[in-house]
């Protein structure tokens, strides 16, 4: 890139033609391009000289503020005529300046030059204190304020500092929900203008950037750029306090907020934060019960598309992830994370309140509302509330009747997913739960508590009830078994609200319902 020429000054005595008395002899810089001293026209607050007066003009807005040019469409205002002239192009839609390279027309001349800098990849300018490069002046302008803290716009709803006015007032729109700038076409609406310029495109169709590897077409080199990474695997914006690398730098800007806890898209009819706006779109969808994304097999919608993709493994019955350990296999690499805990015993997602751990955060979630005692999942149909989603899809199937989970084999169907599991072992003949007196095998763990019980009753009784001095081979039969004297119930039916002392009579009073 051509840089830029090196103009020298030098120290010269000036007398002004209005107010000798004020400026003689004082000390101003002046371009060595042959002007005369009598030529010279000087700001009487700084000492800069310009050759023609109506410059000197020009320039003495910079002091006063001042912006005499406004725009009559839009009422920006504008310091100088010029910055007015190249504004007005942006209305009429005139984009008379191309790019030799690719073909792609700005408005402005200026806009060229920073977009050429996207071919030749060239950062000339440095920051200072943190060696960041930046392809324009303008951007390392911006960019130093953050390490000045100077003049830093604050948001008055949440605080948060931006370096420019123009960041701020974008970011406004993430508490008022306003879409000002609308699609002429469709009438779509968006909070920022660089969102509707690159939803134009949808319109226009012009993709002239072509990926070399699968031919993939884009309309924007930036996101030719991101989409080449995809097949390099590259990840070059990395987190600072964590080290996690991202693809692309709204992945970093995303996952910033999990570190701050920073949740700044708010749903305005529950008030819940949301650290990405696409999570609160999502979220909306669970107020007006919209599942755009249809499964063209069983017609199940989902609210996101990637559990649509992820749904639609359960009918190819496709597994490629499979456990070192017990060689179970999984439809997703995530579901064989979660499971290699149980080899592991890790428990990551531990409880801030009762301290008790879980292996899976969704887990932690819905542990949570017990404390809180929280039912934010309520039935459309009657109204009743449940503290999980599950219980309340367990719920919905009393109103329909519906039972999804099939026996491929038999073709007997369930309301739940486990009672399915626990039923296809019937035809597998797989006995996973094993007597570690007699080494006999059971395919339910309720057959081996049941073998105990007949066969080994008196054998290895080292758990004793210090109230009825009744022995119990396992201390959770024990702990258990308390729960008779404290009449402690904490497994509570979601339909009904009965309680029982154990998990295994709520299982058998549920058939109750099942069966209705």
Known sequence: ???????????????????????????????????????????????????????LKSHFFTHTKEKPYVCEICLKAFSHRNNLNRHIIIHSGERPYVCKRCGKTFAQSSHVKTHLITHTKERNFLCEFCNKRFS????????????????????????????????????LFTHTSEKPYVCEVCGKAFSWKSNLTKHHLVH?????????????????????????????GEKPFACTMCSKSF??????RKHHRTHTDEKPFVCYLCQKGFSSKSSLKYHYR?????????????????????????????HSNEKPFKCDNCGKRFSLKSCLDVHRRIHTDEKPFQCELCEKSFRQMSALKAHYLVHTGEKPFECETCGKTFSCKTGLN???RNHTGKKPFVCDVCNKAFFEKSFLKRHYLIHTNKKSFECDICNK?????SYLNSHYRRIHEDSKKMYECDVCKKAFRLQWNLKAHYRIHTNEKPFKCDICTREFNQSSSLKRHFRIHVNK
């Open 394 to 396: 367990r719920h919905r």
């Open 247 to 252: 693809g692309n730098k709204s992945g970093l």
């Open 441 to 445: 095998e059971f395919p339910l763990k």
């Open 1 to 55: 890139m051509e840089k830029n020429p090196v103009i020298k000054t030098e120290i010269v005595s000036v007398v002004s033609n209005q107010s000798s008395n004020s400026f003689q002899n004082k000390k101003t810089p002046v371009c060595k391009s042959g002007l005369t001293k009598d030529t010279l026209h000087v700001c009487e607050v700084c000492g800069k000289g310009f050759s023609a007066k109506s410059r």
């Open 286 to 314: 669970n107020h007006v019960n919209e599942r755009p994304f249809k499964c063209d097999i069983c017609g199940r919608g989902f609210i996101r598309n990637y559990r649509l993709k992820t749904h639609y493994l359960t």
């Open 204 to 232: 226009t169709k012009e993709k002239d950037f072509i990926c070399h590897v699968c031919d993939k077409r884009f309309a924007r080199l930036r996101s030719l750029e991101e989409h080449w990474l995809t097949h390099t």
């Open 136 to 171: 324009a002046k303008s951007y390392l302008k911006s960019h130093m304020l953050i390490h000045t803290q100077e003049n830093l716009q604050v948001c008055e709803v949440c605080g948060k500092k931006f370096p420019r006015k123009a960041d701020l007032k974008r970011h």
